[in-house]
């Protein structure tokens, strides 16, 4: 039986992530800074909760790196902890540094170390193009951070570089494009629309307050994203992927689709701050903007080409925008109805 050890096995990927590999086979186990019942919320929710052998871990300490994989010694290690708000990296950029890049240096400096033989996954992110120029972004694009959560995820990378070419180990990293579910944390903005959409249908909230709608993404699905992950580790040699769908939404069209899934149609009036959102069916003002939520620097569209991805790993996303959205609002429909958060 192949064993797999999942860095922040908590959070949605790593939720999505273990239930596939419990599904194939492999013993699981998960590491997280905490391993308090509270936080298994997303493995109940995909009921993986019971099958994941979960390990406090913190990527910052290099002893504790080095005991769980001393003790587990898996053939699979999927580096999906970290820091992952954009918008806090600008508040603390030395602990997005830390947990973020040195902490995949520890990783892959233990993995060396406890179990040399094992395949690494490293989740790297859009964000180091962010002030890439425009197009579909493949592997090829010369980075571009623009925040420090993107900087430190392309430290990260260089890192996972370094220890394939220098040191022989199975490294690779995925460019991952944006990707959401029902299992993303509330303090997203995708999350954010997701629920506020069910909770105004059902009475429970006025309105919507957002930052820069016009900002566009290549949004995709977080349980085809993992799948992606599984595959990179099953090639004959390690290689980084852009993991995409290569097609841009706008946060804007993210409203429409959540509200529209709620029976709600919206009509836009005004232009950046004083745009709003108006139910055609009430009249009543359901999204606002506020520059509060705007952040310090922003791109505009990020669109990954994931072309090596499909030739080489034969993926490709199966679960469309709209789908997408229509899952998150159902699931904060249910949540709401049930008196969950």
Known sequence: MKKALITGVFGQDGAYLAKSLLRSGYRVFGGDLSVSRKFFVNLEYLKADKDVEASRLDLTDQSSVQRILGRTKPDEIYNLAGQSSVGLSFKKPGLTKSINALGVRNLLTAAERACPEAKIFQASSAEIYAGAGKGKI????????????????LLAQKYVELFRKE?????????????ESPLRGTGFVTRKISRAAAAISLGLQENLVLGNISAKRDWGYAGD??????????????????????KSNSVRDFVDAAFAYTGEKLDWK???????????????????????????????????????AKRTLGWAPETGFEEMVGLMVEADLKRLKAGKK
């Open 138 to 153: 493949g592997e090829s694009e010369i980075p571009n951070p623009i925040s420090p959560y993107g900087e430190s995820k």
């Open 167 to 179: 040191r022989g180990s199975f490294a690779c990293s995925g460019i991952l494009f944006n990707h």
């Open 225 to 246: 994203y993992v799948e992606a992950m599984r595959l990179m580790l099953c090639q004959d040699s390690p290689s980084d992927y852009v993991i995409a769908t290569g």
């Open 270 to 308: 005004g232009r950046g701050v004083k745009e709003i959102g108006v139910s055609r069916r009430s009249g009543k003002i359901l999204v606002k903007i506020s520059a509060e939520f705007y952040r310090p620097a922003d791109t505009g569209a990020l669109i990954g080409n994931p072309g090596k």
